[in-house]
């Protein structure tokens, strides 16, 4: 059976594709998921890197320090600004941006991250654990 998820920027100028099953659909609450998602939340399609593949075109990066202090570097279009993808600190996995997706239909979210910073309207049913800060992160930074 094969599995094949294809997406790319607003302006078409970079273009990918995931060959594997995603590892989870996460939803995030963080003050910089917020600012660059421009929503009140932002999202991540956790996938292994082996299964991702840039197929059009050449991502520009910006690299900056998460809650955790680990690095995070997003990957976008040069041309539209449109955010693709993050390289995270997890060995062998990235994040794609959900909504980059040409097909969005059948991906649910199973998780939500930094619940402490959640805006108080915001409700999502179905869900199978939340966390008030990133999972395995003790004291995040204010």
């Known amino acids: 059976m094969s599995f094949l998820l294809e997406g790319g920027c607003q302006c078409g100028e970079v273009r990918y594709q995931i060959t594997g099953e995603p590892v989870r659909l996460t939803i995030c609450h963080c003050n910089e998921c917020k600012r ?7 999202m991540s399609l956790t996938v292994k890197e082996a299964d991702f593949a840039v197929v059009k075109g050449r991502p520009k990066t ?15 279009c040069g041309t539209c600004g449109t955010r693709l993808y993050h390289l995270i600190a997890i060995a062998g996995l990235l994040n ?12 649910a979210p199973r998780f939500e991250a ?29």
């Open 36 to 42: 660059q998602s421009g929503s009140a939340f932002g």
């Open 62 to 76: 910006w690299t900056r320090s998460s809650d955790s202090g680990n690095a995070v570097t997003g990957c976008f």
């Open 96 to 107: 794609v941006k959900p909504g980059t997706l040409d097909k969005f239909e059948g991906l």
């Open 114 to 142: 930094w619940t402490s910073r959640k805006a108080p309207w915001v409700r999502i049913d179905g869900l199978e654990g939340s966390f008030e800060r990133q999972p395995g992160q003790r004291t995040p930074k204010n």
